[in-house]
């Protein structure tokens, strides 16, 4: 990759260049460009960078499968990719499965994950024909025999009682979890004979997901080595073991790429006997978080001598509320002018009304920073715009995909008049 100026090159998506002046372009057009088109905050996707990372995966993990986690980005035009691509789909919800399917997944490469799906959700996954139900709870085996009448494939989800090394908020398969059924008290084993013993289910496998954003492979080591003996204990076919891997946030923090993950799990998951084409992954953020950077302006820099300096932009935690939610660490750069000196600290903060609005703690910026420049995080492509709201009434931002010189609007952004259509009573 050629010169990125300050921008590490970990952080940025595939196609970033930056020219002479310093200004990068992704999908081969400039920022500024995008933003006169489009407006901020914006979120600017590569496409070329989701559709490598997930060709990456896909053959990095030979004859298993590989299944994106929606919620990343869970967006139809996101979804077409990923049909094109060949990946399955899970969805977590009516929303993220319809956007699957309005996307062009095909329902048979669909998975419906979910700790309180409704009967609604199971309805629509029957009658749509997905793939695999991943059963979490004895209430929701109860609703699926009393809804199905034809078959269904189901997989078990387990809780291996797998303290992943993250972030708690992130962390699910612990034994103290709401998800899947617990391994040490027995629960999985009474889910497991429960669907073998049903005639409209089809235990096809058993699934587990430790945790999201997790590093340590030796957490997938342990979840691994517990589920290949449970899945052959019990004669079954498939195991899926979630998603989870971590990527780099920060200038420091280096991370396996998502293809040394995917060849790891697939050679760790075949010495415990398991054959490649019976095996399942589902990465979401390390598909989707590289591939977008969100631009916005800066509106106010309010410096308290001897304190501290605040930079305020033009969203916050409604298009980023990872900060806030687990203290996640971003990076901050001016995109027009990577070539300048990056090196002095301010804390980057939202226009919410929060003290806790704060997108990046301690950001290093050029000393001369001015209103009305344009500031960029990487890495929001995973959690940013699927988790964000409207929070004092803020319209969400527009989701741009760029490739090969050309954009395309994934969302558009919001209008004040969007923000009523919900409302009743006028
Ligand atoms: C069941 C399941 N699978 C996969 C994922 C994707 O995780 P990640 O985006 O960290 O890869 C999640 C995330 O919460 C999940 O709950």
Request: glycine letters at 10%; a negative charge.
């Amino acid at each position: 990759m050629a010169d990125l100026g300050a921008l590490p090159e970990h952080l940025a998506p595939l196609t970033a260049v930056v020219d002479h002046v310093g200004e990068l372009s992704v999908g081969g057009l400039a920022v500024s460009e995008l933003v006169r088109r489009f407006g901020t905050p914006l979120f600017i996707y590569d496409e070329e960078h989701l559709r490598s990372r997930m060709k990456e995966a896909v053959n990095g993990f030979g004859r298993g499968q590989v299944i994106y986690a929606s919620k990343a980005f869970p967006t139809i035009a996101m979804a077409k990719i990923v049909s094109e691509e060949g990946l399955w789909w899970d969805a977590a919800s009516l929303g993220e499965m319809q956007a699957g399917l309005l996307g062009g997944i095909e329902p048979a490469r669909m998975v419906l994950h979910g700790n309180n799906k409704s009967i609604e959700e199971l309805r629509s996954a029957i009658e749509n024909k997905v793939g695999r139900v991943v059963v979490d709870s004895f209430d929701e085996l109860d609703r699926l025999e009393r809804i199905v009448d034809d078959v269904i494939q189901v997989w078990v989800r387990v809780t291996p009682g797998i303290e992943a090394h993250t972030h708690a908020y992130v962390r699910t398969g612990q034994q103290d979890s709401k998800f899947g059924f617990n391994l040490a008290n027995g629960d999985a084993e009474r889910a497991i004979a429960r669907v073998e013993a049903s005639s409209h289910l089809i235990l096809s496998g058993l699934h587990c997901h430790i945790g999201s954003q997790v590093f340590a492979l030796e957490s997938f080591r342990e979840a691994i080595a517990i589920m290949a003996q449970l899945v052959q204990d019990n004669d079954l076919a498939e195991l899926c073991v979630g998603g989870g891997f971590g990527v780099a946030y920060l200038r420091d923090e280096r991370v396996p790429s998502l293809g040394d993950w995917m060849s790891w799990l697939r050679q760790t998951l075949a010495s415990h006997g398991l054959a490649e084409e019976r095996t399942f992954v589902e990465p979401g953020r390390a598909i989707a978080a590289t591939a977008a950077v969100t631009i916005y302006t800066v509106g106010v820099i309010k410096e308290i001598p001897g304190v501290r300096t605040y930079v305020a932009v033009d969203g916050g935690m409604s298009d980023n509320p990872r900060p806030v939610l687990y203290g996640s660490g971003y990076e901050a750069y001016v995109p027009s002018r990577l070539f300048d000196v990056h090196d002095t600290k301010v804390a980057l903060v939202g226009k919410h009304c929060e003290s806790g609005d704060v997108l990046v703690r301690e950001a290093c910026l050029p000393s001369d920073l001015r209103v009305g420049e344009l500031v960029m995080t990487p890495v929001t492509g995973a959690y940013g715009w699927a988790m964000g709201s409207n929070y004092n009434k803020l319209p969400r931002p527009a989701v741009v995909g760029v490739r090969r010189g050309q954009a395309r609007l994934m969302v558009r952004r919001e209008s004040i008049d969007d923000l009523f259509h919900l409302e009743l009573g006028l």
